[in-house]
């Protein structure tokens, strides 16, 4: 029988995989197995690719803290930020990434929250889509499991939501990471519809 291990982001406990290589994230290496069959069926059905980004953010924002500058952190809590709160799609989420760059010293460290004692995972998403071979379960489960973990940073992390704003405003208004963009349509019209967020 393989031993059992908590997960140190999401806290989800799984039986150790007996080959498995060391996670790449602040997760066990069970959890990062589940993280990989969901991007898997993702990108095994072009239409779940929609749900991916939401797959990647919501992922790097429940996998906070551990060695490192916690950058998937930062951009997973943006990229629910702007998909969460303001509807971007996740193209436009990916254009804004792009766009943020590499971190620099200014950019804020965000403190984990304590998990929950329940709260979903990406588990939830494997059970109710690859593991059932449903396409519309897939794309519920991604979508509650993001805002699960946005609620979660929301309650436990108060301000999280101005911070992250803060971090886009900072990037882009004082860096002129915009120069250069224009059009309405694809990375510029993503970063111009961010712009107007920003300034408003």
Request: include cysteine; aromatic fraction near 8%.
């Amino acid at each position: 029988m393989h031993r059992r291990t908590g997960c140190p982001g999401c806290g989800l406990v799984l039986p150790e995989p007996r080959l498995a290589e060391p996670p790449r994230l602040h997760a066990s290496a069970a959890c990062e197995a589940v993280l990989h069959e969901v991007l898997g069926f993702e990108f095994q059905h072009p239409v779940m690719l929609r749900f991916h980004q939401l797959t990647v953010d919501a992922y790097g924002a429940q996998h906070a803290a551990g060695p490192g500058p916690g950058v998937g952190v930062a951009y997973g809590l943006a990229g629910l930020w702007l998909a969460l709160e303001h509807g971007f799609s996740a193209e436009e989420v990916r254009a804004v990434h792009r766009r943020m760059g590499h971190p620099t010293p200014a950019w804020p460290v965000f403190a984990p929250p304590a998990p929950p004692q329940r709260w979903l995972t990406v588990l939830d998403v494997a059970e109710a889509g690859v593991r059932q071979h449903s396409d519309g379960g897939h794309a519920r489960a991604a979508a509650q499991w993001a805002e699960s973990v946005w609620s979660v940073w929301l309650e436990t992390s108060p301000g999280v939501d101005d911070a992250v704003e803060a971090l886009l405003r900072g990037i882009f208004l004082e860096t002129g990471r915009h120069e250069g963009l224009h059009g309405t349509i694809g990375p510029a019209g993503a970063v111009h519809r961010l712009l107007g967020l920003l300034e408003a």
